[in-house]
C-alpha cells in the first residue's frame, strides 16, 4: 500500500517553498544561548559532552561551544568541548560566541590552537535604532567596530561568522553597511537575527531576501547566510522555515526552545519539521534522549503536551482514536497506525503510539491493554476494568490496571477454594 495516497496533502498543492533537495543545514545553541535562559542551571562538563555527542548523532551540522571570554569556567568547558570534537573527530563543527571586542574573540583563537581544528568566531553587536539609542552609538562607531574586530580574528586564523543583534528592527542601510563591512574585512558567513522575536514569517522572508539581494550577491564573495530567531511570539520555526524559503543556507535553534526570555526556535522541532518537509533524511531515533537529556542537564522540563518528545505526544485515551489506531494495528501496518491520527510518524523518531484507559475510553482501549501486556482479554475482566476507567478522574496507571486483574483473579480462587 502505498500511504502518500490515503493523505491529500494540501501543503503541497502548488510546490512546497523550499525545494526538496536544497542543503538545510543547523546550527545548536544549546550550551551557549540556551543556557541564557534565566531559568536553567548550568550542566556539568561531562553532561555538554553527553549533550554534544547526541548533536553528532542527529546529524546536525555546527554547535555554538560557548562563550569562552565570559570567564575561567566558561573558558575550561568550551576547551573540553572542542578537544571532544577534535579527539573523537566529530563532524560536527565548532562555533564560539563573542562580542566585538579583541577579548572576546582572543581566547578563541587560544583555544583554536591548543586543540588543533577550526573555531568558527560569532562577533555579534546591535544594531537595531532602539538599541543605538539606549547605547548612544552611531553607525559609523558600528562600522568601525565591525572593521576592527572582523579584521582581528582573521589575523588570527579564525573563520568569521558575523552577527549582528536585533537585525530584524534594523534599517535597510544599517544592514547593508554592517555586513557589507564585515564580508570586505573577511567574515565569510553572516548571521541575521529576530533577537526579541518581532519578525513574522514575511518579515523573515523579506530580511533574508534583502541580505542576499543587496549585500551578499554584490559582494562576489561566496557567503552562508544564517538565520537565528527567538520564540517571542511564538512564530520561530515559521520564521526558519521562511527564513530557508528566501534562500538562507542555515538556521540556528536550541533544545526544548531553551534561550533568553522565553528561548529560541526548538531544535527538536526545527528537525521533525525539516524531515518530515523531504528537506533532511536521518536517524532521529535518538531526538527524544537528546531533548530529556537536556531537560535532566539543565534542571528544566519537557512539557507533556509538548509536540514529539512531550510524554503526551504519542499518548491516548480516547475511545474514538484508540478504536482507529488498534484497527490499524490489526491490518499489521504501522504507518497506518502513527498516521490515521497523527500528523506526525512516530516511529520516524524512535517511537511508538501509545494506547491507555480512561473515562473516555472504549472497551477497545481495554482488550488491546490487556493484549499488549500479555494477558486474556476475557469479558469478565474486560468489563470490570472499563466500569472502573469510567468512574475514575484520570488515565488509569498501569499498576492500578494490573491490580484490577490481580483482584479479579484472586476472587475467583476464593471462589473455587
Known amino acids: 500500500m502505498n500511504h502518500s495516497d490515503l493523505i491529500y496533502d494540501w501543503n503541497t498543492v502548488e510546490g512546497r517553498d523550499i525545494p526538496a533537495g536544497r542543503k538545510v543545514m543547523l546550527d545548536d545553541e544549546t550550551l551557549r544561548d540556551g543556557l541564557q535562559n534565566p531559568s536553567v542551571r548550568d550542566p556539568s562538563t561531562p553532561e555538554k559532552i553527553r549533550i554534544l555527542h547526541l548533536m553528532e548523532d542527529l546529524g546536525i551540522d555546527t554547535v555554538n561551544i560557548g562563550l569562552p571570554g565570559a570567564g575561567p569556567r566558561a573558558y575550561a568547558d568550551t576547551e573540553a568541548l572542542a578537544r571532544e570534537?577534535?579527539?573523537?573527530?566529530?563532524?560536527?563543527?565548532?562555533?564560539?560566541?563573542?562580542?566585538?571586542?579583541?577579548?572576546?574573540?582572543?581566547?578563541?583563537?587560544?583555544?583554536?590552537?591548543?586543540?588543533?581544528?577550526?573555531?568558527?568566531?560569532?562577533?555579534?553587536?546591535?544594531?537595531?535604532?532602539?538599541?543605538?539609542?539606549?547605547?548612544?552609538?552611531?553607525?559609523?562607531?558600528?562600522?568601525?567596530?565591525?572593521?576592527?574586530?572582523?579584521?582581528?580574528?582573521?589575523?588570527?586564523?579564525?573563520?568569521?561568522?558575523?552577527?549582528?543583534?536585533?537585525?530584524?528592527?534594523?534599517?535597510?542601510?544599517?544592514?547593508?553597511?554592517?555586513?557589507?563591512?564585515?564580508?570586505?574585512?573577511?567574515?565569510?558567513?553572516?548571521?541575521?537575527?529576530?533577537?526579541?522575536?518581532?519578525?513574522?514569517?514575511?518579515?523573515?522572508?523579506?530580511?533574508?531576501?534583502?541580505?542576499?539581494?543587496?549585500?551578499?550577491?554584490?559582494?562576489?564573495?561566496?557567503?552562508?547566510?544564517d538565520w537565528h530567531g527567538h520564540n517571542d511570539r511564538g512564530l520561530s520555526i515559521a520564521n526558519s522555515l521562511a527564513a530557508l524559503a528566501a534562500g538562507a543556507d542555515q538556521v540556528h535553534g536550541a533544545a526544548n526552545s531553551l534561550g533568553e526570555r522565553v528561548g529560541n526556535t526548538p531544535m527538536e522541532l526545527m528537525l521533525v519539521n525539516l524531515r518530515l518537509m523531504g528537506l533532511i533524511?536521518?536517524?532521529?531515533?535518538?531526538?527524544?534522549?537528546?531533548?530529556?537529556?537536556?531537560?535532566?542537564?539543565?534542571?528544566?522540563?519537557?512539557?507533556?503536551?509538548?509536540?514529539?518528545?512531550?510524554?503526551?505526544?504519542?499518548?491516548?485515551?480516547?475511545?474514538?482514536?484508540?478504536?482507529?489506531?488498534?484497527?490499524?494495528?490489526?491490518?499489521?501496518?504501522?504507518?497506518?497506525?502513527?498516521?490515521?491520527?497523527s500528523g506526525v510518524p512516530a516511529h520516524l523518531f524512535g517511537l511508538e503510539q501509545v494506547i491507555e484507559i480512561g473515562p473516555l475510553s472504549g472497551r477497545s482501549n481495554v482488550t488491546?491493554?490487556?493484549?499488549?501486556?500479555?494477558?486474556?482479554?476475557?469479558?469478565?475482566?474486560?468489563?470490570?476494568?472499563?466500569?472502573?476507567?469510567?468512574?475514575?478522574?484520570?488515565?488509569?496507571?498501569d499498576e492500578e490496571l494490573l491490580a484490577l486483574c490481580g483482584s479479579l483473579a484472586q476472587q475467583k480462587t476464593s471462589v473455587k477454594t
Open 281 to 341: 533524511d536521518r536517524d532521529l531515533s535518538k531526538l527524544k534522549e537528546y531533548s530529556e537529556t537536556v531537560a535532566r542537564a539543565t534542571r528544566t522540563v519537557v512539557p507533556p503536551n509538548y509536540p514529539v518528545v512531550g510524554r503526551d505526544a504519542f499518548r491516548t485515551a480516547t475511545g474514538v482514536h484508540a478504536a482507529a489506531i488498534i484497527k490499524a494495528y490489526r491490518k499489521n501496518d504501522v504507518v497506518l497506525a502513527d498516521s490515521v491520527y
Open 85 to 225: 570534537i577534535a579527539s573523537c573527530r566529530m563532524r560536527i563543527r565548532p562555533n564560539c560566541a563573542a562580542r566585538t571586542h579583541k577579548n572576546d574573540i582572543h581566547p578563541i583563537a587560544e583555544i583554536s590552537q591548543k586543540v588543533g581544528i577550526p573555531i568558527e568566531a560569532a562577533t555579534f553587536l546591535g544594531s537595531s535604532p532602539i538599541r543605538r539609542l539606549v547605547e548612544d552609538w552611531t553607525v559609523d562607531h558600528l562600522q568601525r567596530t565591525t572593521e576592527d574586530a572582523v579584521k582581528f580574528a582573521v589575523s588570527e586564523g579564525l573563520p568569521v561568522m558575523y552577527v549582528t543583534e536585533d537585525t530584524t528592527r534594523a534599517d535597510p542601510e544599517t544592514v547593508k553597511t554592517l555586513y557589507s563591512t564585515a564580508i570586505r574585512c573577511g567574515a565569510r558567513s553572516i548571521v541575521l537575527c529576530d533577537t526579541v522575536g518581532h519578525a513574522e514569517p514575511r518579515g523573515a522572508f523579506n530580511l533574508v531576501k534583502f541580505a542576499i539581494d543587496e549585500v551578499v550577491r554584490p559582494s562576489g564573495e561566496k557567503i552562508r547566510v
Open 368 to 397: 488491546f491493554w490487556l493484549e499488549k501486556h500479555g494477558i486474556a482479554a476475557t469479558d469478565e475482566l474486560v468489563d470490570r476494568i472499563f466500569q472502573a476507567a469510567k468512574q475514575a478522574e484520570r488515565i488509569m496507571t
